[in-house]
């Protein structure tokens, strides 16, 4: 352990500044009754996720729109420690107003973004992240359960948590896991009895173990990656064109889209013009974005910044 | 108002405790083995202080007590001990303790695990205390030891040490028992119970923490894992002694044993008073019965909110209480104390506990009850408790 590892505090009186706001003067926590919804012109959804014997509930109540389909009005009810009360109140927060397709794209990285006092410190202890992934796999299967569909059954790899199997799996994948403390801050898998971590340190013999399925899952991460075509490992002005379109549209998918998403608002990629030694691109904004006062200021210049660290110096970004 | 009521884990030092201090964290004094004058006034504490220890635990004449670093030292070496003068010699094999034993006895039975030797938890029956009868299950003529606490911290539930005595004493086994979080509530005797060793922490009993000590019977091998002995008082446990703990730790026994009597009398009034008021509230329930409990210990059971949000609002409210499962930085142990008493799973992660001290007021008690139902009640506003059952009240 280094010094400033041993120095962190993962308890409460650490907890960033928005985090600790949102504990103590949650917003959108409460009931949502069948006449508020109708009032709204809207019908009311309920969705359970989790149990109070696995340490976390969550039940959410959506109004949704008869007419468009969206989230008009959100609340939820909870069982679970602070932390999840925070992270509940954001994400109800951010349902408000989206359609389910726009719900399902809420991921980590937007939400913790969202708790965030500032850019660059994380939201949360790595201790405390597991109510992150819970809140989102709640989501996940409340438009799941909206659509009507029924999640494949996975077994269960730890009954105290009540983590299953594809979670697990899911979690080492989605975070580039290396080691079992990892999946641990990550969903409470084997924070309790800690019979799952390993094979024999239970009783009984258990078809999964967290271990096992670490190994298992990370060589499957290995042989595909060695198999995947890899893009051109060159510097971006020696690309094609092709392949700078490419390039862009990698980079928009993971770093710019989701935050646009977030507002309400979305962008597509016009063309791609070689200028000189500037390379051009001619974007359209989407949804909430066309019209905003920001297109043109504060959102062009985060998706120039992005774009610009990200790719090369000389890229400009062009709105019509 | 800021309400301290966490008292199982760890104690404000007393005035008068401090005061027995001090001189020794102010002023300089000498070494237990110094020649001279300092060392001769600090040898004549010491020993005064030693001796309110056998009084406080009425230790008879052919017994043995020196001073310790706390319950983590006393288990960590009593089990390294048991390993390398038992079971690596191959004269025993077994060894026999609580499932609600403290982390480092957990800890330590653990490694003995790996090290080839058989370890029994005795399990907790559904009153919450250990069954003298079940020791019969797994009593072995190759049982090093057999350790019970005498009160459980969480639950504040005495274990029959007494009987779990008697029966390891007519099988001729070595019975340990950690009165930590006995001391100052219950009467303790050893002369009357008879362990071959009791070993106890200064946490819990308005001493500092990082101070503790071992009774050992006459009859007990007792091997150090601290070297460095210089002199007879230091050869159960090497080094320069915390000599104003040790101090320390005289005087709040003896305080403790004094005025054990009323002043435990008070507390029980207090802590019954809490637990009545809070019992009355719809899905509260207080686990372990009355009569098998500390006078200064309640634990509840509240459907429908979680530990650690109870204490946090709780907390905001002033009031510092404690829970069992708390995770990731509680004390979870195998099977939750919820489950041993045999409550519906859904309580495992919803206790709060109260635990007093003789310095708790009438006024901190108002204050503790008042918070209490104002949490319940702004939290029960968004459980998901609405839709489970009122059935039991």
């Known amino acids: 352990m280094s010094k400033s590892e041993t120095l962190r505090n993962p308890f409460w009186e650490d907890f960033r500044f928005k985090v600790q706001m949102l504990i103590e003067r949650p917003k959108n926590k409460g009931v949502l009754s069948e006449e508020e919804a109708q009032q709204l012109q809207a019908d009311l959804a309920l969705h359970d996720y989790g149990r109070p014997e696995e340490g976390m509930q969550l039940r959410w109540y959506w109004a949704i729109d008869r007419e468009n389909g969206r989230v008009v009005a959100c609340r939820y009810t909870l069982f679970g420690p602070p932390v999840l009360l925070a992270i509940a109140d954001m994400a109800a927060l951010l349902v408000r107003n989206k359609t389910l397709e726009e719900i399902e794209k809420i991921n980590y990285k937007s939400l913790e973004y969202f708790l965030r006092d500032n850019p660059v410190d994380p939201a949360l202890p790595p201790e405390r992240r597991f109510a992150l992934t819970f809140v989102l796999r709640s989501l996940a299967s409340a438009v799941a359960a909206q ?3 029924r999640p494949e059954a996975s077994p269960l790899v730890c009954e105290c948590a009540g983590i299953d199997k594809a979670t ?38 258990r078809e999964y173990t967290l271990s096992d399925l670490l190994k298992a899952t990370r060589q499957e991460m290995e042989e595909e990656r060695s198999t995947q075509s890899s893009v051109p490992e060159k510097p971006f002005k020696e ?36 200028n000189g030694e500037h390379t051009d691109l001619y974007i359209r ?35 019509l | 108002m800021q309400v301290y009521l966490d008292n199982n884990r760890l104690t404000q030092v007393d005035p008068q405790v401090l005061g027995a201090m001090e001189p020794f964290l102010k002023e300089p004094y000498g070494d237990l083995h110094a020649l001279h004058a300092r060392g001769a006034s600090s040898r004549k504490e010491f020993l005064k202080a030693l001796e309110k ?36 010699t191959g004269r025993k094999n077994n060894l026999i303790i609580s499932e609600r034993s403290d982390a480092a006895m957990m800890e330590g039975a653990g490694f003995l695990e790996s090290q080839g030797c058989k370890v029994h938890k005795l399990p907790v029956t559904k009153e919450g205390i250990v069954d003298p009868e079940s020791l019969y299950d797994y009593l072995t003529p190759r049982t090093a030891l ?15 040490v007494e009987e779990i005595a008697e029966i390891c004493r007519r099988y001729e086994v070595p019975f340990h028992t950690d009165a930590t979080h006995a001391l100052g509530k219950i009467p303790i005797d050893v002369q009357a119970f008879d362990p071959d060793l009791l070993s106890f922490g200064g946490e819990a009993i308005h001493a500092p923490a990082g101070i503790g000590a071992v009774y050992l019977k006459d009859s007990f091998e007792w091997m ?37 009597e009323f002043e435990m009398e008070d507390t029980r009034d207090l802590r019954d008073r809490l637990e009545e008021e809070l019992r009355t509230l719809p899905g509260v329930t207080p686990l372990v019965a009355w009569a098998l409990r500390v006078p200064n210990t309640v634990l509840f059971a509240v459907e429908g909110l979680e530990s650690e949000l109870m204490l946090y609002e709780l907390d905001r409210g002033g009031v510092e209480a404690y829970a069992c499962t708390v995770q990731p930085f509680g004390n979870w142990q195998r099977r939750p104390v919820t489950d041993a008493l ?9 206790t709060v506990g109260f635990a007093l001290s003789r310095f708790t007021t009438e006024e901190e008690i108002d204050h503790t009850i008042k918070t209490f139902k104002e949490m319940l009640e702004y939290l029960r506003s968004f459980s998901t408790f609405k839709e489970l059952s009122y059935e039991q009240k």
């Open chain 1, 147 to 149: 659509r009507g569909e």
């Open chain 1, 168 to 205: 697990v799996e899911a979690v080492i994948r989605d975070f580039d896991l290396q080691s079992v403390e990892e999946i641990t801050d990550y969903t409470r898998a084997g924070a309790f009895c800690k019979e799952c971590i390993a094979p024999g340190l239970s009783q009984k013999p």
């Open chain 1, 239 to 274: 690309m094609s064109l092709d392949e700078k379109r490419a390039a862009i549209t990698a980079v928009i998918d993971r770093y710019i889209r989701d935050m646009l998403v977030m507002d309400g608002g979305d962008m597509e990629i016009l063309d791609v013009k070689e």
């Open chain 1, 285 to 319: 904004y989407l949804g909430a974005c066309s019209g905003c006062a920001s297109a043109s200021t504060g959102t062009l210049f985060a998706i120039e910044g992005i774009l610009k660290q990200k790719l090369d110096p000389n890229l400009r970004v062009l709105p």
């Open chain 2, 53 to 88: 220890l056998y009084a406080g635990l009425h230790a008879p004449e052919e017994s043995d007590i020196f001073f310790s670093s706390g319950t983590a030292e006393n288990h960590s070496t009593l089990l390294m001990g048991i390993y390398s003068g038992l079971i690596l």
């Open chain 2, 146 to 160: 057999v350790s019970v606490p005498m009160v459980d911290p969480e639950s504040g539930a005495i274990n029959p």
């Open chain 2, 224 to 260: 150090p894992t601290i070297f460095g002995a210089r002199n007879p008082w230091e050869r159960y446990r090497g080094g320069p002694l915390n000599l104003a703990g040790a101090v320390g730790l005289g005087k709040a026994i003896e305080l403790a044993s004094d005025a054990l």
């Open chain 2, 342 to 350: 045999g409550l519906d799973p859904r309580l495992k992660h919803s």
